[in-house]
Nanobody, 120 residues
């Protein structure tokens, strides 16, 4: 079994910061690209940021310059540092990872989601 566990969400005022974490655990052989998505009420899930195994990143235009994604390959963990938060960043944030399990192939896994609420 492979699990992604997110943490770090919460309530923050506009202009504030939060740091999300996502740790992959279980019967893991390897972890490839990882990403953060978010879904606001009544909206489709959207890509926020992604990172390759080597550390190359890309971001949604709406978060460029404010969010920074990083990873620790030794811990199979990614982070999303969110600064200058805006009310429109309010959403459930989901971690996604492309993982090869022991004895299996590569598959996409999702975390359970963590709520981020930004008050104006």
């Amino acid at each position: 079994q492979v699990q992604l566990v997110e943490s770090g969400g919460g309530l923050v005022q506009a202009g504030g910061s939060l740091r999300l974490s996502c740790a992959a655990s279980g019967m893991i052989f390897g972890v490839n690209a990882m990403a953060w998505y978010r879904q606001a009420p009544g909206k489709q899930r959207e890509l926020v940021a992604a990172i390759t195994f080597g550390g190359s990143t890309n971001y949604a235009d709406s978060v460029k310059g404010r969010f920074t994604m990083s990873r620790d390959n030794a811990k199979n963990t990614v982070y999303l540092q969110m600064n200058s938060l805006k009310p429109e960043d309010t959403a459930v944030y989901y971690c996604n990872a492309n993982i090869r399990s022991l004895g299996g192939g590569w598959s996409d896994y999702w975390g359970q989601g963590t709520q981020v609420t930004v008050s104006s």
